[in-house]
């Protein structure tokens, strides 16, 4: 004996709304991977850069002064302090109350500071603001001539010359100043 099975019209539309299902989905997974692949191609396309070469010759770059490598001791830095705002060698007398001065105090530079200020205070040597004037970049020359036993730079000239011509509140013993607590100062 044979059995047949209709399915009818519901069994269609069951076996249609399977196989639509199925449809969608595999329609759902085919947009996903073609939208992940899209955005995969756009952010390749977008991270790509471009590398520069460029064929340079390596420079030594140098700081006029930076050569010097020896610190000047104390004795040596209180008596070119006082030579050199003086003219002339400092007493005995002056050197060791100047150096039981420094030896006893805890901040180097603060007691560099307080000694080259008060040889500026008395200090013989000094040019005129006048004269200071009246030749900016000599002035400046002879003042990195004698701290720093070495000429200017075209650029040290021009950025102190143009420091002291624009401001009247620039004074020679500033200038001595700057020089004399400055680190190149305290090296040979």
């Known amino acids: 004996m044979r059995t ?14 399977i196989t639509n299902k199925v449809y969608s989905t595999i329609l759902s997974v085919y947009h996903s991977i073609r939208l992940l692949l ?3 191609i756009i952010t390749s396309a977008s991270s790509c850069k471009k590398d520069y070469i460029y064929e340079l010759k390596d420079v030594t770059v140098t700081q006029p002064g930076g050569g010097k490598g020896n610190v000047k001791t104390t004795t040596e830095f209180i008596s070119i302090v006082y030579s050199d705002l003086f003219n002339t060698n400092i007493p005995t007398d002056t050197l060791l109350y100047v150096q039981q001065a420094y030896d006893a ?18 200090a013989s040597q000094i040019p005129s603001d006048t004269t200071m004037r009246a030749n900016v970049p000599l002035f400046v020359d ?9 000429k200017t730079d075209a650029f040290e000239n021009y950025f102190i010359s143009n420091l002291i011509r624009n401001s009247a509140s620039i004074t020679p013993v500033i200038v001595y100043y700057a020089c004399m607590t400055s680190d190149e100062y305290r090296y040979y």
């Open 4 to 17: 047949s099975f209709r399915l009818g019209n519901s069994g269609r539309m069951k076996c249609w709304s």
């Open 142 to 150: 002879e003042t990195f001539q004698k701290f720093f036993n070495r």
């Open 105 to 122: 105090f805890g901040d180097k530079k603060l007691i560099e500071d307080r000694i080259v200020r008060h040889f500026l205070k008395t």
């Open 38 to 40: 899209v955005v995969l």
